[in-house]
């Protein structure tokens, strides 16, 4: 048995958008600025998928430009909102200690660039307060960005109530939505949304194709300069067969959405209650206000790099937030900000559920985890010595 | 290509001498949990040979794997030569190690090392011989 549990990572293209974009492969593969039938035909599919990726968010199609991916959209909105702020004066930007680092290293770039960024706490619990966002706001604040859902724990912050904020303040808003297009409600007008990125990869869209939505009248930063696709703002020859796939994606995710994230909560839920009981662990994140699918944990005296290749052992496919799983000394900066110390953050364990995950399948993931994590424990020093009460237990 | 060599995939699942020595002659700990990595062996020693050694480890599958390794080039083998192991050693002993994942081999080198400085600071006089 093969149990994918790693959908905040990537998913698994649907059939709809597979089928999608095979025509765009083999028949209709001309260039859509091009004059002939076959091109026309691409450039039509192309205004299609905008219109239906439109339908899904309440945008309308004038606003949404074709990338290569989530972290290209969070770059150009972030660079778009300096640069007119830096027109007007202003170089303040808000934004929080959680975010994706396509955000956070956009976001460093612009402070050796003479911006200043507040970084909002995202508290215990992995989600910003708007009462700290009130007070961060300053005359000269010209972006706030905020993401809708968090890659690692899920957490899902309260973007209609900061949307309101910055209306009324006249702060432009952008979020990082990767996360939560496809998967919970998103309504850029509802919520107040002036910009906002997105990654089909994460909706069960092909890799390399994402967008970025921008309100009518936010004059974007070109970050590929090139011919005029993409009204001017993006050059490139567009990805037709992707953005097809992407758009049947995103449509087939909207449309079952309350159904399948209700299921999916169930399970998500037996999974955190499962995992609860495996002593001297803990959920990181709100228990209730996360995406429906993400299961996010941390278990005392382990490691989790060694977690998941005993995992994928038993055939469960998942993510740590481990130093060695990151490439870095530093495990992950989102469990570090929610106030998880080195030592614990170091054995954490991502479980992301698919849409078709089942009963059976979160059952035996418990089991498996409590078994994988009992072995570790089992000759790790660290362990032994909170065992005979040499040093405190964390958790 | 798969992240690890197949030996380093073999004692990760199955990591030999496992455990510890309660009456050891020589123990040593390296790493911290703060960088995600922790080794710690313990020695018993006799008639200046490793008569056994044993392990515990908290970190990633090439910190097990390593110190399993480790433990096994220098079972059964005199101090002197526990005394030159190299974490080179134990990375080419491993079929090798991602670079990234070098610094596993050093811990368990240093580990050892460590080991057996404890071992000769209870015997100071069998330093002396070296």
Redesign the interface.
């Not at chain 2, 949990?33 to 710690?40: E, W």
């Not at chain 2, 392990?55 to 599958?61: D, P, Q, V, Y």
């Given at each position: 048995m093969r149990i994918y549990a790693d959908n905040a990572a990537t998913t698994k293209m649907s059939r709809a958008a597979v089928e999608a974009m095979l025509p765009y492969l083999e028949e209709y593969y001309g260039n859509p600025s091009s004059l002939y039938s076959e091109g026309q035909k691409a450039k039509e599919a192309l205004e299609e998928a905008r219109e239906k990726i439109t339908r899904c968010i309440n945008a309308n199609a004038k606003e949404i430009i074709f990338t290569s991916g989530g972290s290209e959209a969070d770059n150009q909105a972030i660079l778009t909102a300096a640069a007119l702020g830096k027109k007007k004066g202003k170089t303040h930007i808000i934004s929080d200690t959680i975010e994706h680092h396509a955000v956070l290293h956009t976001l460093k770039k612009l402070e050796k660039e003479g911006f200043t960024v507040t970084y909002l706490p995202a508290h215990e619990n992995g989600i910003v307060r708007v009462e700290d966002l009130v007070n961060a706001i300053t005359g000269d604040t010209c972006l706030v960005t905020v993401m809708y859902a968090n890659n690692e724990i899920g957490t899902i912050q309260p973007i209609k109530e900061i949307g309101a904020v910055c209306r009324e303040k006249g702060i432009l808003f952008h979020t990082d939505a990767v996360q939560a297009v496809g998967h919970i409600p998103v309504d850029v007008e509802d919520a107040n949304i002036d910009m906002l990125s997105a990654s089909a990869h994460k909706f069960h869209g092909p890799k390399g194709v994402g967008f970025l939505y921008a309100r009518r009248g936010i004059r974007l930063e070109t970050l590929i300069e090139g011919g005029a696709q993409e009204r001017g703002h993006r050059a490139g020859t567009e990805n037709v067969p992707g953005i097809v796939a992407a758009a049947a994606a995103l449509e087939e995710a909207a449309g079952s959405l309350g159904e399948v994230s209700e299921r999916v909560q169930v399970l998500r839920d037996r999974l955190i209650e499962g995992l609860k009981k495996i002593p001297h662990s803990a959920l990181n994140g709100d228990p209730q206000k996360r995406v429906p699918s993400n299961v996010n944990f941390c278990f005392e005296g382990v490691e989790g790099e060694a977690l998941l290749l005993l995992l994928d052992d038993k055939g469960i496919m998942a993510s740590s937030g481990s130093a060695c799983t990151s490439g870095s000394l530093d495990p992950s900066h989102v469990l570090l900000a929610i106030g998880r110390v080195h030592d614990v953050a170091h054995g954490s364990l991502r479980l992301s559920l698919g849409d078709d995950a089942t009963e059976e399948e979160v059952d035996y993931i418990i089991k498996s985890v409590e078994e994988v994590v009992t072995y570790l424990r089992g000759f790790s020093p660290v362990w032994r010595d909170l065992v005979n009460g040499k040093s405190k237990f964390i958790l | 290509m798969a992240l690890y060599s197949e030996k380093v995939?073999d004692h990760?699942?199955n990591?030999r001498n496992?455990?510890?020595i309660e009456d050891a002659d020589g123990v040593g700990?390296v790493g911290n949990?703060?960088?995600?990595?922790?080794?710690?062996m313990y020695l018993k020693i006799e008639d200046d040979k490793i008569e056994d050694v044993k392990?515990?480890?908290?970190?990633?599958?090439s910190?097990?794997a390593s110190s399993s390794m480790a433990t096994e080039l220098i079972k059964g083998k005199p101090v002197s030569e526990a005394m030159e192991l190299t974490n080179k050693a134990v990375a080419e002993a491993l079929d090798g190690l991602p670079d990234?994942k070098m610094h596993c081999s050093v811990l368990a080198e240093e580990a050892i090392k460590n080991a057996l400085d404890d071992y000769y600071s209870r015997h100071p006089e069998k330093k002396k011989e070296q």
């Open positions: - | 995939m990760f699942r990591p496992v455990g510890v700990e949990a703060k960088c995600g990595d922790i080794m710690k392990f515990e480890t908290f970190g990633c599958g910190a097990i990234y």
